[in-house]
Nanobody
Framework: QVRLVESGGGLVQPGGSLRLSCAASGSILSIYVMGWYRQAPGKQRELVATILGDGSTDYVDSVKDRFTISRDNARKTVYLKMNSLKPDDTAVYYC????????????WGQGTQVTVSS
C-alpha cells in the first residue's frame, strides 16, 4: 500500500519562509511526476509546482521566483521551499505523485495547512 506523508506546514508571517516535505512509502517500483497542489477556502484546488524524475520543474505563475520544488529520488521525497510568503498563499497544501506500484496510479497526501498572517 502506497502512502504519501506530508510535513512542514504551519503559521508564518508575511515575508517568511517554510519548507514542506512529502515522503512516499510502500511497494513502489517507480515514481514519475511529483508535485504540490493547494486549496484555499472557497476556491478550487490548484497546481502549484511539479517535478519530473529528470529534475525538470514547472510552476504556477503566482509562485515563480518565490517557491522551489525539489526531490530526493533515493528517499522518495519531494520538497517545496516557500520564500517571501504572502497572505494569498494561505491554503491546505497537498502532495501528489504518480507512482507505479506496480500499476500506475495517482496518490495524494493528507494535506498540510499553511497560514500566512501577521
Amino acid at each position: 500500500q502506497v502512502r504519501l506523508v506530508e510535513s512542514g506546514g504551519g503559521l508564518v508571517q508575511p515575508g517568511g519562509s517554510l519548507r514542506l516535505s512529502c515522503a512516499a512509502s510502500g511497494s513502489i517500483l517507480s515514481i514519475y511526476v511529483m508535485g504540490w497542489y493547494r486549496q484555499a477556502p472557497g476556491k478550487q484546488r490548484e497546481l502549484v509546482a511539479t517535478i519530473l524524475g529528470d529534475g525538470s520543474t514547472d510552476y504556477v505563475d503566482s509562485v515563480k521566483d518565490r517557491f522551489t520544488i525539489s526531490r530526493d529520488n533515493a528517499r522518495k521525497t519531494v520538497y517545496l521551499k516557500m520564500n517571501s510568503l504572502k497572505p494569498d498563499d494561505t491554503a491546505v497544501y497537498y502532495c501528489h505523485a504518480r507512482i507505479a506500484a506496480p500499476s500506475i496510479s495517482d496518490y495524494w497526501g493528507q494535506g498540510t495547512q499553511v497560514t500566512v498572517s501577521s
